[in-house]
């Protein structure tokens, strides 16, 4: 049996750009805390290896403090007979000019930095074999290559276990992130492993159960995109299939909320109280003491128009942050629009009717749809015309009241 700790996608030292310097801070923090935290769980699970999927860390952004502190962790681990093993990727890519490979690591950290699979034995206490991990990195920040398909057939003497930061093609939300490393699922079981470490993709995931493969997803999430529980897989690699358990390390959370039953909303107090009982079910992860909120408010809403002002979404956001007692709110208003009733405008010879009257016809008429839709619609295949006219009528929900309240909003200004 062996057992080891997952993680990929630390990014120690992200710049979060666009951010309050104080946000930064805070976020930079978490990265530590959340790092410190997974190896305090390898140390009380008393586990053979910690396995590092590429991008530990942003490596043209990695302080002073933070070099200190990453050799301060792995030397944690050193000290507890457990095994750090780390494969580059394209944040953090091999060669003599990048400083992982200039950091002087401990004895058991084992760190790869190339394309040729590396072989490496994990032993136990008595220096008999456990597993056999095959590692390979990245050499540069854009590695083209399938490394995956030049992986040799696993050991059949004791567990194998593939570490590597690929952009698997099959992968639930692949298209997020650049296409570095690519490979299929048939090159991941092709080998036959009991287990691939995977990083590089930010959404947690078993990507193949044929292939064992696994991303852990980022250790902490890093904006309003990387939502819910982040951290890393504790797996038990024994007789059947590997034994996955999720552990959450990430101290700061984020979510994104969208209220849009907002009809009769018309006070402050009333947005309070509806976002009040969203969070309140969100915010079951004990490990989470920090969050930080993206708030959208679509629909019509009494308080549309009040909430036009940059200066009053500030205040409201200044509200909302005190009243949920979250670290930080960032609020979306763009879509949100005075109530108004379409059907009292349907039919009529003036512009708002001819709009609603095209837009009825965009929800029925598949060719009038066809011939205003673009060319290209991310995300859905080009040889799917049903999936596509399918996403760009879910688009098209709640349309009618929002082009009614704008044009109305304009003849007013107009008049």
Request: glycine share 6%; hydrophobic share 40%.
């Amino acid at each position: 049996m062996v057992r080891f700790l997952h993680l990929a996608d630390v990014h120690l030292d992200t710049a979060f750009e666009g951010r309050s310097a104080a946000l930064r801070e805070h976020l930079r923090d978490a990265l530590r805390t959340a790092f410190e935290r997974a190896v305090d769980c390898a140390i009380d699970e008393a586990v053979d290896a910690v396995l590092l999927a590429g991008d530990l860390f942003d490596d043209d952004r990695l302080s002073v403090a933070t070099e200190a502190f990453l050799v301060e962790q792995v030397e944690r681990l050193d000290e507890a007979d457990i095994d750090t093993m780390y494969v580059t990727g394209n944040h953090d890519p091999g060669g003599s000019g990048f400083r992982a490979a200039q950091i002087d690591w401990p004895d058991r950290f084992h760190y790869v930095d190339t394309r040729s699979p590396t072989t490496i034995e994990l032993t136990g206490p008595e220096g008999a074999p456990q597993a056999t991990v095959v590692a390979a990195g990245h050499v540069d920040a854009h590695e083209e290559a399938n490394l995956a398909a030049r992986f040799p057939e696993a050991d059949g003497n004791t567990p194998t276990i593939g570490l590597l930061h690929a952009h698997v093609t099959s992968a639930a939300q692949v298209d997020a992130h650049d296409r570095y490393a690519p490979c299929t699922v048939e090159d991941l079981q092709a080998p036959g492993y009991d287990y691939w470490a995977l990083g590089h993709i930010h959404t947690r995931q078993q990507v193949d159960a044929d292939a064992n493969a696994w991303y852990p997803g980022n250790l902490q999430g890093r904006s309003p995109r990387e939502t819910g529980a982040r951290g890393g897989l504790l797996v038990t690699l024994d007789d059947g299939p590997p034994d996955v358990d999720f552990r959450p390390f990430a101290p700061t959370r984020w979510e994104h909320i969208v209220l849009d039953d907002l009809e009769e909303a018309d006070t402050v107090q009333a947005l309070v109280q509806r976002a009040t009982a969203a969070f309140a079910e969100r915010a079951g992860d004990a490990q989470a003491t920090n969050w930080l909120l993206r708030l959208t408010l679509r629909g019509p809403c009494p308080m549309a128009d009040d909430l036009a002002s940059p200066d009053q979404v500030e205040e409201l956001e200044q509200v909302f942050a005190e009243r949920l007692s979250v670290r930080d709110v960032e609020v979306r208003t763009r879509s949100l629009v005075p109530p108004v009733d379409p059907e009292e405008h349907r039919g009529e010879t003036h512009l708002i009717g001819e709009v609603l009257s095209l837009l009825d016809r965009l929800e029925t008429d598949d060719e009038a749809l066809d011939a205003v839709a673009p060319d290209v619609v991310a995300g859905v295949p080009d040889d799917d015309p049903d999936a596509r006219r399918r996403y760009l009528r879910s688009l098209l929900d709640g349309l009618d009241r929002e082009a009614v309240a704008r044009l109305l909003d304009e003849y007013q200004m107009g008049g």
